[in-house]
Each structure stands twice: as structure tokens, then as C-alpha cells.
């Protein structure tokens, strides 16, 4: 695979698949290989002194998954969609699956290596290490979010308008 | 020719793909004729009990092994124990016992203490432990291969004070370790400093 200096580094790629979705109106995006589901919003059950950003955990197929809000995760105020969507991402944390809540899926996307930069310091006031690229979807750009970076740093993001 | 495998009946076959004979006759290994088997009993699977009880608006679960009474928290004596006056002392057949109050350890709702809350007397670590939680509900019985491991993100709470997690009725409940409860630094302190 050809290398680019174009994306972040550790990104080797020719064409990368990435699911898009919605958070507060912008466009963000994870690596489709994570995506094991989607599902329908369902309410967790709430778990004591969970980290704020978690809102409690779901059963799947058997299995116990936290439950993230990633609006919560990215210090959106206000409540989101009656109807968000829920992603099962693998591989993204300590946990074997994690339920990750957005506010609405919109596609499937595939981002040659030409058309992905590296992002900027910072985009919509979340920083560069919890992106792994920025790209131009519809003439808007769409923020390839680091799953693993952002469930595992403590660390508080606010999301600009 | 032998065939030293062959367990069942050798029905001949002329001209069919197989084993042969000297004589030119075919041998088909035919599985031998199962016997009807007798249905097994099953084998009862090991239950364990657990009192369900509700803290704030969720279900928990604790072990019904090393529960020794439910009390009312009639007795129960605040004393500053930083930082979430998470443990408390009741006095108990001449004998102070720290009990945690669930409500302040979980987060729940901090609203003094119901008319429902009974404390839960048990043993943490092979000492006295109490759990203030605000209703006893039922009893319930689980098949430990249904407890699931609690997800390590969903709480920031020590993992050694949960079991895991099993579902009733379409409800999620959390099971409680009693050994990890009474290991928490509070309750620590108190055996420690004698209260």
C-alpha cells in the first residue's frame, strides 16, 4: 500500500471505507471496519458513577456494551434526536464492543488517500489527536474521528459551533 | 483383504465404488444400525440466589450466601468520613458495623433516607458489612453462566465491587461483591481506626 504524507501518521492507505454520520449538525466518520452493527436507540440501563459521557449499558445478542453519547463525549450541550442511532464499534477501548450513540447515519463512505489530509490542530475545537483525517463530503467536511483515542483519554472536548 | 475399520454390516454391492473383493464384488462400509439411545436426564443446573434491591431508580443484586440479617436503619450514625460520607456506623448487638450508604457510594438520589431502607448485614472480606439500600424488592435465582462481566467503561468505580451483570424480564441488574465493598479505602479506615 503507498504510503502518503498527506493523513496522519500510521495511516497507510489507498482508499479508506469509513461510515459517516451526524453529531450536532457536522459531519464525523469512523473506520468501517469497526462497525460491527447499527442499531436502534435503545435506553441502557444506568450504571453507578459512570464516566459522564457513558449513559449506562445495553445487551446485544447476549452481550453487556457500555453505552457512549458522543455528543456527551464532545461537550454538546442539549438533548440530541428523539431517534439517534447506536454504532457497535469493535477494537475501540478496553472493552471487546462499544455502543456508540450519534444522532443520525448517513452513509458509507469511501476517502482515496489524495482526497484525506491530516488534520489541523484543532477541528471544530476537537484536537488532532483524536482525528485521523479530515475529508470533503457534499462540500462539507467530514471529521474520520480516532474511536480508540477518544473512549480512552479522559480528556474533556468541546465541540465549537 | 481385510479391513480391520470395519465396525458395521459389509453389504455387497456389484459394480459401486468402494473396497473390493478377490472376487471382484464391491464392499461398502454401511455405518451399523444405532441403537435408539435412552433420553439423559438433564443435569440440574447449579442456581445461585441473590436479593434484588433497589438504590435510586436501578435494580442490584446481592448474593444470598453471606447475608446474615436485614435490619432498619434504625441506629445509623453519620460521622465525617471524607469525601463522600460514603460509610457510616450502626450500632448492632453491642457492636458498631460500618455500613455503606449505597445511595452516596453509587451517586444515586441523596434525599435522606426512605421509609423503605433497610440495610443489608453481610459479610466483606469475613467481616461485618452493612448495605444501606433504599428497598428490598425479591429473590431471584441465576444461573451463574448467565452473569455477564461488567464492561470495564461503564463505571469508574473499582471493578472488584460488582460480580456482573444478568437480566430478569427484560431488566439489566447488577450484582454486587460484598468481598470488594468491603474493601473500599472507607470501610478500610474504619476497622482500621477502630470505629
Given at each position: 500500500?503507498?504510503?502518503?504524507?498527506?493523513?496522519?501518521p500510521g495511516?497507510?492507505?489507498?482508499?479508506?471505507?469509513?461510515?459517516?454520520?451526524?453529531?450536532?449538525g457536522?459531519?464525523?466518520?469512523?473506520?468501517?471496519n469497526?462497525?460491527?452493527?447499527?442499531?436502534?436507540?435503545?435506553?441502557p440501563?444506568?450504571?453507578?458513577?459512570?464516566?459522564?459521557?457513558?449513559?449506562?449499558?445495553?445487551q446485544?445478542k447476549?452481550?453487556?456494551?457500555?453505552?457512549?453519547?458522543?455528543?456527551k463525549?464532545?461537550?454538546?450541550?442539549?438533548?440530541?434526536?428523539?431517534?439517534?442511532?447506536?454504532?457497535l464499534?469493535?477494537?475501540?477501548?478496553?472493552?471487546?464492543?462499544?455502543g456508540?450513540?450519534?444522532?443520525?447515519?448517513?452513509?458509507?463512505?469511501?476517502?482515496?488517500?489524495?482526497?484525506l489530509?491530516?488534520?489541523?490542530?484543532?477541528?471544530?475545537?476537537?484536537?488532532?489527536?483524536?482525528?485521523r483525517?479530515?475529508?470533503?463530503?457534499?462540500?462539507?467536511?467530514?471529521?474520520?474521528?480516532?474511536?480508540?483515542?477518544?473512549l480512552?483519554?479522559?480528556?474533556?472536548?468541546?465541540l465549537?459551533? | 483383504?481385510?479391513?480391520?475399520?470395519?465396525?458395521?454390516?459389509?453389504?455387497?454391492?456389484?459394480?459401486?465404488g468402494?473396497?473390493?473383493?478377490?472376487?471382484?464384488?464391491?464392499?461398502?462400509?454401511?455405518?451399523p444400525a444405532?441403537?435408539?439411545?435412552r433420553?439423559?436426564?438433564?443435569?440440574?443446573t447449579a442456581?445461585?440466589?441473590f436479593?434484588?434491591?433497589?438504590?435510586?431508580?436501578?435494580?442490584?443484586?446481592?448474593?444470598?450466601?453471606?447475608?446474615?440479617?436485614?435490619?432498619?436503619?434504625?441506629?445509623?450514625?453519620?460521622?465525617?468520613?471524607?469525601?463522600?460520607?460514603?460509610?457510616?456506623?450502626?450500632?448492632?448487638?453491642?457492636?458498631?458495623?460500618p455500613?455503606?450508604?449505597?445511595?452516596?457510594?453509587?451517586e444515586?438520589?441523596?434525599?435522606?433516607?426512605?421509609?423503605?431502607?433497610r440495610?443489608?448485614?453481610?459479610q466483606?472480606?469475613?467481616?461485618?458489612?452493612?448495605?444501606l439500600?433504599?428497598?428490598?424488592?425479591?429473590m431471584?435465582?441465576?444461573?451463574?453462566?448467565?452473569?455477564?462481566?461488567?464492561?470495564?467503561?461503564?463505571?469508574?468505580?473499582?471493578?472488584?465491587?460488582?460480580?456482573?451483570?444478568?437480566?430478569?424480564?427484560?431488566?439489566?441488574?447488577?450484582?454486587?461483591n460484598?468481598?470488594?465493598?468491603?474493601?473500599?479505602?472507607?470501610?478500610?479506615?474504619?476497622?482500621?481506626?477502630?470505629?
Amino acid at each position: 500500500m503507498a504510503r502518503t504524507d498527506t493523513v496522519s501518521p500510521g495511516v497507510t492507505l489507498d482508499e479508506a471505507s469509513v461510515l459517516m454520520f451526524l453529531v450536532a449538525g457536522k459531519q464525523f466518520a469512523v473506520d468501517l471496519n469497526r462497525v460491527q452493527h447499527i442499531l436502534d436507540y435503545q435506553a441502557p440501563t444506568r450504571t453507578p458513577r459512570r464516566p459522564p459521557y457513558v449513559e449506562g449499558v445495553i445487551q446485544h445478542k447476549g452481550r453487556y456494551l457500555p453505552l457512549v453519547s458522543l455528543r456527551k463525549r464532545l461537550g454538546v450541550e442539549g438533548p440530541g434526536p428523539e431517534n439517534p442511532a447506536v454504532l457497535l464499534l469493535a477494537g475501540v477501548g478496553q472493552d471487546p464492543v462499544v455502543g456508540l450513540v450519534v444522532d443520525q447515519v448517513v452513509r458509507v463512505l469511501s476517502l482515496p488517500a489524495d482526497k484525506l489530509l491530516a488534520p489541523p490542530p484543532r477541528v471544530f475545537g476537537i484536537r488532532a489527536e483524536f482525528i485521523r483525517g479530515v475529508a470533503n463530503a457534499g462540500g462539507r467536511p467530514v471529521v474520520w474521528l480516532d474511536g480508540t483515542k477518544l473512549l480512552t483519554s479522559a480528556e474533556p472536548i468541546t465541540l465549537l459551533a | 483383504m481385510t479391513f480391520p475399520e470395519a465396525v458395521g454390516i459389509v453389504a455387497v454391492h456389484p459394480q459401486r465404488g468402494g473396497p473390493a473383493t478377490a472376487k471382484g464384488e464391491c464392499l461398502e462400509r454401511v455405518a451399523p444400525a444405532k441403537q435408539k439411545a435412552r433420553p439423559r436426564p438433564e443435569a440440574p443446573t447449579a442456581q445461585e440466589k441473590f436479593l434484588l434491591f433497589r438504590v435510586g431508580e436501578e435494580i442490584y443484586g446481592l448474593g444470598l450466601r453471606g447475608l446474615r440479617e436485614v435490619l432498619l436503619p434504625d441506629g445509623v450514625t453519620l460521622f465525617s468520613s471524607p469525601p463522600h460520607q460514603v460509610c457510616v456506623a450502626l450500632e448492632h448487638r453491642g457492636r458498631k458495623i460500618p455500613v455503606i450508604r449505597m445511595s452516596a457510594l453509587f451517586e444515586a438520589s441523596p434525599a435522606g433516607i426512605p421509609p423503605t431502607a433497610r440495610v443489608l448485614l453481610t459479610q466483606g472480606q469475613a467481616r461485618p458489612l452493612g448495605l444501606l439500600v433504599d428497598e428490598i424488592l425479591e429473590m431471584a435465582e441465576v444461573d451463574p453462566a448467565r452473569v455477564g462481566p461488567l464492561p470495564a467503561l461503564a463505571t469508574l468505580l473499582s471493578p472488584s465491587c460488582f460480580r456482573g451483570l444478568f437480566t430478569r424480564q427484560d431488566h439489566i441488574i447488577l450484582l454486587v461483591n460484598e468481598d470488594g465493598l468491603g474493601g473500599l479505602d472507607e470501610v478500610v479506615q474504619f476497622y482500621a481506626t477502630g470505629s
